[in-house]
C-alpha cells in the first residue's frame, strides 16, 4: 500500500465526493479532481484561516468546490471560475447535492478575463484554489496576489506535473510555467510559501 493509500484509507468514505467522481464518469468528464487528502487539506486551510470568500479557478466536477464549500464558515462564499458550462453545471448539481450549493456562485467563461473583471469590480477574497491550465498558472498567481485581502492563502495544485516540473530534460510550456509559479510562490518577497511533494505536489502561500 502506498502512503497515499494508507491516508485515505484514514479518511475514510465521503459518500459527497463519491458522487462527484461517478457523476464525471456518466459525463465522460476528465478523472482530474485533487487527491483526496488534498482534498482535506483545503477544507482545513479555509476553515483554519476563517476564509469568507473564497476563489476557485478551475471547477470540473466540484470535488475541490465541496472540501472548499465545507471550510466556509456562517456568511462564507465561494466564487469559482470554470471555462465550460457544462463542468459548471455539474459542480453546480455537485454541490446542491451535497447541501451546500447556496454557498457557491459560477462564472463560466475564461479565467483569465473573468479575473480581470473581478479586478475591476473591486472583488477582493481571503482564499485562493489554483487548478485550471497550467501554463497560466503565473498570471493567475499575480491575479491572486492582487485580488487578496492581506493574509490570505493561496494554494495550487498539480506543482510537480507527474514528475515533469523537476525533470531537466521537461521544457514545454506547462512545464516551464509551473516552476516560475512554484519559484514565485516560495521566493516572491509578497508571500510566505512551500511545496508539499505528496500527491501530483500543492503548492500554499500566504500573502504577507
Ligand atoms: C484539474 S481540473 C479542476 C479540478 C477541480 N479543481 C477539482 O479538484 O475538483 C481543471 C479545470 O479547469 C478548467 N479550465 C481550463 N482552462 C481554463 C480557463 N482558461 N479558465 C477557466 N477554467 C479553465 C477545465 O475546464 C477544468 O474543469
Known sequence: MSTEQYVERLLGRDADLERVHKTI????????????????L??????MS??????????????????????LSDGGRLTSLELLQDYADVARGSLEAA????????????????????????????????????????????YAIKLANPGAVITGDNALLHGKTTDPEKSGPSVIAMRQFNERMVTDKRLIGTLLP??????VAMVK
Open 50 to 71: 476563517g476564509a469568507r470568500n473564497v476563489l476557485e479557478i478551475g471547477a470540473l466536477g466540484g470535488y475541490s468546490g465541496i472540501c472548499l464549500a465545507r471550510g
Open 25 to 40: 464518469r456518466e459525463h465522460e468528464m476528465p478523472e482530474i479532481s485533487i487527491a483526496p487528502g488534498y482534498g482535506r
Open 198 to 203: 505528496a500527491y501530483d505536489g500543492l503548492a
Open 99 to 142: 447541501g451546500l450549493g447556496h454557498l457557491a456562485e459560477y462564472i463560466v467563461g475564461d479565467a483569465k478575463a473573468n479575473l480581470s473583471l473581478l479586478e475591476r469590480e473591486g472583488r477582493k477574497f481571503d482564499f485562493f484554489f489554483i487548478d485550471a491550465d497550467k501554463e497560466s498558472y503565473p498570471l493567475y498567481l499575480e
Open 42 to 47: 483545503l477544507t482545513m486551510l479555509v476553515r
